[in-house]
């Protein structure tokens, strides 16, 4: 981050809007960033349109910093919210949805690339709603879009974030059951999009978590936001974002290459005009030797036979012959 970027930003004082117990966590969970020489984070917020993305920005800085509609499409541009506490800095970026009306917003999708240009992901957040039933293939179109922007590098540093996640499930099936078949489906889905298809592994290790962003969230005995499985959400997602951060896979730079070059997934398919062209120059070589046996072979095929017959009787052996017709190809 630039100074003069440090300079504007605010006081993270929305996290004295939580539970005590909430504070605690976050702040021992910021020292431990800080122990390990991580002074700032930049998480990025990605998903469909209206899953919640920008109530979980205001639900994770405590504030209402962006607005949030059940309606209407949301504005095109991202948003950077950036607040600081006890020598952190945290970067949150809001973003349009990738999808509107059922396709992929391309104008969105290069809009956020052009905002990241010269900043680093550290953590991705993909939102996506609990309490849907299906999943579909925009939700591959969605992953295989993010993939195709950062690389899938990129999923390394993800975690999928489920709202609405205050939720009973249908046909009494149990809370954790319905989570696990929602997450699980979910992944699966992003897998392909994702080129994860061979690295089952790497997809399995995604964290996928809870977020309840509404104000009649339940809490626990000491005041804190807690979702049907007991859990102290806001704690948690914190734990997994710090996770995420000191994972061993490196954050994303978004570099010019990365926004204005090729899929960073497909940069292997630079090659092929290359070896077309090579290609294209081994076949006009093949012509031109075919060209020169046919030049060197004008006489009638019965002719030539009759020649190497003659040959043969000459010489009296048809190794020569067989090595003399061989040698007519390559000779000029
Ligand atoms: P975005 O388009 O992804 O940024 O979604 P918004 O944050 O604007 O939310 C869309 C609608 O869903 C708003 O009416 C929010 O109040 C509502 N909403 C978002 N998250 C939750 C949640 O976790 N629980 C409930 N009950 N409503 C939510
Ligand atoms: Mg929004």
């Known amino acids: 981050m630039s100074s003069q970027q440090q300079q504007q930003v605010r006081e993270w004082s929305g996290i004295n809007t939580f539970a005590p117990a909430t504070q605690t966590k976050l702040?021992?969970?910021?020292?431990?960033?800080?122990?390990?020489?991580?002074?700032?984070?930049?998480?990025?917020?990605?998903?469909?349109?209206?899953?919640?993305?920008?109530?979980?920005?205001n639900s994770i800085i405590g504030e209402r910093v962006?607005?949030?509609?059940?309606?209407?499409?949301?504005?095109?541009?991202p948003v950077m919210v950036s607040r600081a506490r006890a020598g952190f800095t945290l970067n949150i970026i809001d973003t349009p949805g990738l999808i509107e009306g059922g396709y992929i917003n391309d104008t969105a999708l290069d809009i956020i690339k052009?905002?990241?240009?010269?900043?680093?992901?550290?953590?991705?957040?993909?939102v996506d709603r609990l309490d849907a039933y299906r999943v579909d293939s925009l939700d591959k179109v969605?992953?295989?879009?993010?993939?195709?922007?950062?690389?899938?590098?990129?999923?390394n540093k993800a975690i999928i974030a489920l709202t609405h996640a205050q939720?009973?499930?249908?046909?009494?099936?149990?809370?954790?059951?319905?989570?696990?078949?929602?997450?699980?489906?979910?992944?699966?889905?992003?897998?392909?999009?994702?080129?994860?298809?061979?690295?089952?592994?790497?997809a399995s290790a995604i964290p996928v978590v809870l977020i309840e962003n509404s104000g009649r969230c339940n809490k626990n005995e000491t005041d804190e936001k807690v979702l049907p499985s007991g859990i102290a959400w806001i704690p948690h997602?914190?734990?997994?974002?710090?996770?995420?951060?000191?994972?061993?896979?490196?954050?994303?730079?978004?570099?010019?290459?990365?926004?204005?070059?090729?899929n960073p997934n497909q940069r292997g398919k630079l090659w092929i005009p290359v070896i077309f062209a090579l290609q294209f120059l081994f076949i006009m070589?093949?012509?031109?030797?075919?060209?020169?046996?046919?030049?060197?072979?004008?006489?009638?095929?019965?002719?030539?036979?009759?020649?190497?017959?003659?040959?043969?009787t000459r010489e009296g052996g048809q190794k020569n012959t067989r090595k003399e017709k061989r040698g007519a190809g390559v000779r000029k």
Request: aromatic share 8%.
């Open 27 to 57: 702040l021992e969970l910021l020292g431990k960033l800080k122990q390990e020489d991580v002074n700032s984070l930049t998480i990025l917020v990605m998903g469909k349109g209206g899953v919640g993305k920008s109530s979980t920005v």
């Open 237 to 262: 997602l914190v734990q997994t974002i710090t996770e995420i951060a000191l994972n061993k896979s490196e954050s994303i730079f978004v570099d010019k290459n990365l926004i204005e070059g090729p």
């Open 285 to 312: 070589n093949i012509e031109a030797l075919i060209k020169n046996d046919v030049a060197n072979e004008k006489k009638p095929s019965w002719e030539t036979r009759d020649v190497g017959v003659q040959k043969e």
């Open 114 to 126: 052009r905002f990241l240009l010269d900043k680093t992901i550290d953590v991705l957040l993909y």
């Open 167 to 202: 939720f009973s499930p249908p046909d009494a099936l149990a809370y954790d059951e319905f989570f696990s078949k929602r997450s699980e489906a979910l992944l699966q889905i992003i897998k392909p999009g994702a080129y994860l298809k061979k690295d089952a592994a790497q």
């Open 66 to 77: 962006v607005a949030i509609s059940p309606f209407q499409s949301e504005g095109q541009r």
């Open 142 to 155: 969605v992953a295989k879009a993010i993939t195709d922007s950062f690389g899938k590098g990129i999923w």
